[in-house]
């Protein structure tokens, strides 16, 4: 079984809609939790951070962590056909050994058709 | 704005060649990572370095090396090329702890 596992679509909604993208893991040690956007032949740009439990919010887009589940969720409002992409969850155990390395999921990929 | 900067987007090599892939990040972190990334797998880590001249491996070392001279500068070389090693390369960097990966964008290797 992998760490994080992430449903690798593809996700096709139209556009205006609610986006739901979402990832389980297993490690109950895992404390920060990111989102990456990655668009075709790109790099994966940061998105959404968040430490332990809770929501964040920044625009459109709203992180969701439940630890008790061990469940994270993206959500984007308002869907445009530029949010088509692939989404990457990552995340990692807090540690105070010095090495600073985040497990990715394998991503899904969003299409908002217009 | 940080920025990563992977020295080629395209590359096509024979196998058996060394293969050396260049990043340079010029906003002072101590952290830099090496990841491929190949459809259905993900990212998988091959080697990483949290400070100059150091160096850990990751989940898929096995075939390569890095190098890490000065602080900005994280160098992965493929000692012999070989197919399976075709792959799309992605460095990044980062600070501190707990904070995200800043991304190259890529270097698309094609080895024949």
């Known amino acids: 079984q992998k760490e994080v596992e992430q449903d690798p679509g593809p996700l096709s909604v139209p556009e205006g809609a609610i986006v739901s993208l979402n990832c389980t893991y297993s490690n109950s040690a895992f404390q920060y939790f990111m989102w990456y956007r990655q668009y075709s032949r790109k790099g994966p740009e940061l998105l959404m951070y968040t430490y332990s439990s809770g929501n964040k919010e920044d625009g459109r887009f709203t992180a969701q962590v439940d630890k008790s589940s061990k469940y994270i969720s993206l959500f984007i409002r308002d869907s445009q056909p530029s949010d088509s992409a692939t989404y990457l969850c990552a995340m990692r155990p807090s540690t105070t050994s010095g090495t600073y390395k985040y497990i990715f999921g394998t991503g899904t990929r969003l299409k908002v058709l217009a | 704005d940080v920025k990563v900067t992977q020295s080629s987007r395209y590359l096509v090599k024979r196998t058996g060649e060394k293969v050396f892939l260049e990043c340079v990040q010029d906003?002072?972190?101590?952290?830099m990572f090496w990841y491929r990334q190949d459809p259905g797998l993900g990212l998988r880590l091959i080697y990483f370095?949290?400070?100059?001249?150091?160096?850990e491996k990751g989940d898929i070392p096995e075939g390569y090396s890095v190098s890490r001279e000065k602080k900005e500068r994280f160098s992965l070389i493929l000692e012999s090329a070989s197919t399976n090693q075709t792959s799309m390369y992605l460095c990044a960097s980062s600070f501190g702890q707990g904070n995200g990966y800043t991304f190259g964008s890529g270097t698309r290797l094609t080895v024949v």
């Open positions: 370095s949290y400070d100059v001249k150091m160096k």
């Open positions: 906003m002072d972190h101590e952290n």
